[in-house]
Nanobody, 113 residues
Framework: VQLQACGGGLVHSGGSLRLSCAASGIIFSDVHMGWYRQVPGNKRELVAGITVGGFISYDDSVKGRFTISRDNAKNMMYLQMNRLKPEDTAVYYC????????WGQGTEVTVSS
């Protein structure tokens, strides 16, 4: 299983970024997927999830600002992040919701105030 997240960067508060996740080694359409983030010293947290059936959920901290989506034909998942805040600064990872593994490098998002 390989999950590669990209699209992070440095953005001002109020700005936007779109993260992408490329999956391989799994039957992507059969897997519930999520975006996680981790601040150094803190626990990794799930911020958005999308099931195989398209059910979507968000952590309250990002609800209304982030949009998760997936393209099963391309084995891709996305996270559109709008109205970014400094507290969104973290390393973002994509992974399965159930039994996540092979976390990879993630992609770093830095939001300046």
């Amino acid at each position: 299983v390989q999950l590669q997240a990209c699209g992070g960067g440095l953005v001002h508060s109020g700005g936007s970024l779109r993260l992408s996740c490329a999956a391989s080694g799994i039957i992507f359409s059969d897997v519930h997927m999520g975006w996680y983030r981790q601040v150094p010293g803190n626990k990794r947290e799930l911020v958005a999830g999308i099931t195989v059936g398209g059910f979507i959920s968000y952590d309250d901290s990002v609800k209304g600002r982030f949009t998760i989506s997936r393209d099963n034909a391309k084995n891709m998942m996305y996270l559109q992040m709008n109205r970014l805040k400094p507290e969104d600064t973290a390393v973002y990872y994509c992974n399965r919701i159930l039994s996540p593994t092979n976390w990879g490098q993630g992609t770093e998002v830095t939001v300046s105030s």
